[in-house]
């Protein structure tokens, strides 16, 4: 590709960006907001240059875009900003290897570099770790730019556990100048050896300002059209926009909702109602979502269609009597769907689960059935069916709820501070600025304060032996004394090594009447700790030459018993007093509640340090004591048998839904034995 230099600038005025990451066409939340900060950067007179494989993207993943969206996809800015976007060549002959793979990467990492030289930029930004924060890394250590790396959901709380992304992933957090993620997270990265002044709070994203409720409806002509361009789209009646209609846009699947709302029109539809239900579910997974239709009567009035761009989308939310986000029981636990914000900037009734209603900053400014409609479990579809048939009989009630809703979108960030935070971000990292304000800033009031806020406790315990025991720590460790403007000294990136040398502490000098409880106590804590920081000798996974062979398959005594089960992760094995855990320790997930007696806990060190302590039995902690790698699954469901004097097939479902609980966990993996050896 030859790249021509008539944009390059001086080197003062507009900051000139490269951005690798996802863009359009590719769809969802990731790719739309990095589109409207590339254009946003852009309105305020900068350069933005990114670099995409987004033409590549899978067709059940790609946006529809016409000749149209040409403007849009590449804004130009009266005031002289500009996105310009670039992409590799497409896979093909020309790049045949084998084994034989599309190389992202290295197309990514070669083509930003081309960009970077020709065009002057200031700082690269990698914006979704894979591919595109790794080959923002590879760009920056060539260059010597600054690198400022942003993740999402799925690559830190999904990618990030399988054992050799995730070591990867750690040498480009700690590499980079500027780590942007989300409060709650940052002890993560600090445990990964990130420096405290590197983390970043993302800028706050900004409801893009075409959703409102001006936006004009996509027509019954406009709908058709975009039904009939599906493959294999069956003959449809002509859509008719009288009827009250209910919408859904994103990806489709079981997390989504997108099933339970088929099944609860279903029954909708059995009472004798007539509305259309349209799903913008592109071009993913829509033989599941045909069947679920058929099954369910609503072969007439559901109007499958696919991805249409961004700043579309409030058109498809304006045809919708009310739009549906029904997420549940999503495995990122971290995900933080932009969607219901949209439909409520756009005034159109919104239907929310309970599970994103509890994630939202603004639920308070929300009232079930005034200004939005609450489903609090999208399973139970009578529940559903009730709320929708509601809406679908009442059409003006939705539409009053809607206009109620945009009133607390009113109250949103704007578009303005968005891109402000995201100029500062930018700014401090080409040292054209002083630093942009500490996203994380240091820990504020006393070091009494601090430790109560990280162990809750302390003072309950303790009582006023707490006071005593902090003044001894903070005169034995003077760094970590309240400093003369009030910041405390031990917030200084070192948080997880001091709280742990206070515990320590505490260990050792409290000979009080709760000595036996405080010593469990502490033990847990440091236990926590240990599995919240990379280590110094293994920061990554432990070592294994066998990948997973079963590659997030289902556990079925087929798949797994020819599979041999081995730890990937770094575990630590504790037995406490279960009461104890019980009132005062609450983990992550729990294989058997904890008793009056004593309960195991197993700390695990996984490549994300997402906290994962899983409470068990006995016999479950045998079960992590043989899984080694040197036995296929089926051989070890018989040696455990043996052991327990039962029948193997009465102990294979439990012993399969236990190893799965610990696969997805990110404890173990499934391989394949060595081969023999001549």
């Not at 002044?197 to 001006?214: G, K, L, N, T, W």
């Not at 002509?238 to 339970?260: H, N, V």
């Not at 579309?312 to 769907?337: M, N, Q, S, W």
């Amino acid at each position: 590709m030859t790249i021509s230099a008539e944009e390059t600038r001086p080197g003062t005025g507009p900051m000139s960006v490269c951005l690798i990451g996802k863009y359009p066409p590719i769809e969802g939340g990731v790719s739309a907001q990095t589109y409207w900060a590339a254009r946003l950067l852009a309105e305020r007179g900068h350069h933005v240059y990114v670099v995409t494989n987004a033409d590549e993207v899978e067709e059940r993943f790609r946006l529809g875009l016409g000749d149209e969206d040409a403007a849009a996809y590449e804004p130009r800015f009266p005031g002289g900003g500009f996105v310009r976007v670039f992409r590799p060549e497409r896979f093909g002959r020309r790049m045949d290897h084998i084994p034989q793979g599309n190389p992202f990467v290295s197309k990514l990492a070669g083509l930003a570099l081309q960009v970077v030289r020709e065009f002057g930029c200031d700082v690269v930004v990698g914006s979704y770790l894979e591919p595109y924060g790794v080959a923002a890394h590879l760009v920056s250590g060539w260059t010597g730019l600054p690198l400022l790396v942003q993740h999402a959901g799925s690559d830190l709380d999904r990618l990030m556990r399988v054992p050799e992304l995730g070591t990867a992933y750690q040498e480009v957090f700690r590499a980079a100048h500027t780590v942007i993620t989300k409060p709650g997270l940052v002890g993560r990265f600090l445990g990964m050896g990130v420096a405290r002044d590197a983390i970043r709070m993302s800028p706050p994203y900004a409801v893009p300002p075409c959703f409102h409720p001006d936006a004009v409806p996509l027509s019954a002509e406009e709908i058709g059209a975009l039904a009939h361009s599906l493959p294999g789209a069956p003959p449809m009646p002509a859509y008719d926009p009288s009827l009250p209609t209910i919408g859904m846009y994103g990806k489709p699947g079981e997390f989504k909702g997108t099933l339970d709302l088929i099944a609860a029109l279903g029954r909708v539809r059995a009472s004798g109602r007539s509305f259309n239900l349209l799903l913008m579910s592109g071009r993913s997974r829509t033989a599941m979502l045909r069947d679920a239709v058929a099954a369910h009567g609503l072969e007439d009035r559901a109007w499958l269609l696919p991805f249409v761009p961004h700043w579309k989308v409030p058109r498809f939310i304006r045809a919708c009597t009310a739009t549906c986000f029904l997420e549940r029981d999503f495995p990122v636990v971290i995900h933080g769907p932009v969607v219901p914000r949209e439909v409520l900037a756009s005034g159109t009734c919104l239907v929310l689960s309970g599970e994103i209603h509890d994630k939202q900053i603004y639920r308070d400014t929300l009232g079930d059935g005034d200004n939005f409609v609450l489903v609090p479990d999208p399973k139970e579809h009578d529940v559903l069916a009730d709320r929708l048939q509601g809406l679908i009989d009442r059409p003006q009630t939705a539409a009053e709820i809607g206009a109620r809703g945009r009133l607390v979108a009113a109250d949103f960030p704007g578009p303005g501070p968005f891109a402000e935070a995201w100029e500062a971000l930018l700014e401090d990292a080409a040292g054209r600025a002083p630093s942009a304000g500490r996203a994380v800033p240091p820990a504020r009031g006393t070091f009494a304060e601090w430790v109560e806020g990280r162990l809750p406790w302390a003072r309950e315990v303790l009582g006023d032996a707490l006071d005593e025991l902090t003044a001894g720590f903070t005169a034995d460790h003077p760094g970590c004394g309240p400093a003369p403007d009030g910041a405390a000294g031990h917030a200084d990136g070192h948080d997880l090594a001091v709280l742990d040398a206070y515990c320590e502490h505490l260990d050792k000098r409290y000979d009080g009447p709760a000595l036996r409880q405080v010593r469990e106590l502490v033990r847990y804590q440091r236990a926590r700790l240990w599995a919240l920081r990379a280590g110094e000798t293994r920061p990554g996974p432990v070592l294994s030459p066998a990948p997973d062979a079963l590659a997030g398959l289902p556990i079925t005594a087929e798949s797994v018993g020819p599979l041999h089960p081995l730890l990937r992760a770094e575990i630590r094995l504790e037995h406490f007093d279960g009461e104890t855990v019980r009132r005062f320790c609450r983990t992550g997930d729990a294989y058997a509640a904890p008793g009056r007696g004593r309960v195991v806990v197993c700390f695990a060190r996984l490549a994300n340090l997402a906290t994962t302590e899983l409470r068990m039995n006995e016999a479950t902690a045998m079960l992590l004591d043989a899984c080694d790698g040197g036995v296929p699954t089926a051989a070890l469901v018989e040696r455990l048998a043996r052991r327990g004097g039962v029948e193997p097939a009465e102990l294979t479902p439990r012993l399969l839904a236990t190893l799965a609980k610990l696969y997805r966990a990110g404890v173990l993996v499934f391989t394949r034995p060595p081969a023999p050896q001549d």
